[in-house]
């Protein structure tokens, strides 16, 4: 994993007939499941906008992908739904759950089942999809980015989660390492995946990788 982290920063950072260079987002993809336990009288989005986020739609699927978007600090902050697409109905559609639609993504259940618990500098708590399952993920789906920046981004967040984190990165590893052994066949196309992208920026660069880093 490691080797691969690095010929993906090389490769990335050298390969600029891909597409510009990686980019940094504000947006928030929140995870879901298809159902959510009822707590207040109003459901995701009416929270939502009474916290004066302004909701708009992005497509003009059925029912339309949305967002929440609201300025924080000076600082445009925009909020996604995803959520799993295991269940046989509704596969390729937006669903509803909890007010708000939500897209369905493939491999999406192993990060919400895959956590790690937070805390703000305001002592807020929450959970977050833990790193190896985020790497898992990404591994898995860069190569159905429509924007190859974003693909770039993907490649880059991976090869810095594994390598630039000190403990963190270790941790990561040993998490992903075990995320393989349940999910073997999903490791083989993110081994596939890595290995084809890797092979098309080298032959697109005339770049020589070395095996070993």
């Known amino acids: 994993m490691r080797n691969r982290s690095q010929k993906m920063l090389k490769s990335s950072l050298t390969t600029q007939k891909l597409g510009p260079p990686p980019i ?6 929140s995870l879901i499941p298809r159902t959510v336990p009822k707590i207040s009288e109003k459901d ?21 992908s949305e967002a929440y978007l609201k300025e924080i600090d000076g600082l445009e902050v925009e909020i996604e739904f995803l959520t799993n697409n295991d ?44 790193p190896g399952a985020w790497m898992f993920h990404k591994g898995l789906t860069f190569t159905r980015r429509q924007s190859p920046s974003k693909a770039l981004k993907d490649l880059y967040g991976i090869w810095y989660v594994t390598t630039q984190l000190g403990d963190f990165s270790k941790h990561a590893i040993v998490e992903f390492n075990e995320l ?10 993110f081994q596939k995946n890595l290995d084809n992208w890797i092979a098309n920026a080298s032959a697109l660069q005339n770049m020589f990788i070395v095996d070993h880093c």
């Open 44 to 64: 995701i989005a009416g929270h939502l906008l009474n916290a004066g986020y302004t909701h708009v739609f992005k497509d003009m699927d059925t029912p339309p």
């Open 24 to 29: 940094g987002t504000r947006d928030i993809d």
């Open 180 to 189: 393989i052994l349940e999910h073997p066949k999903w490791y083989v196309i």
């Open 87 to 130: 269940t046989r109905t509704d596969k390729d559609k937006n669903v509803v759950v909890a007010g708000v639609n939500a897209q369905p993504l493939s491999y999406l259940i192993m990060s919400l089942r895959t956590t790690k618990e937070f805390q703000t500098f305001s002592h807020e708590r929450g959970r977050v999809v833990s």
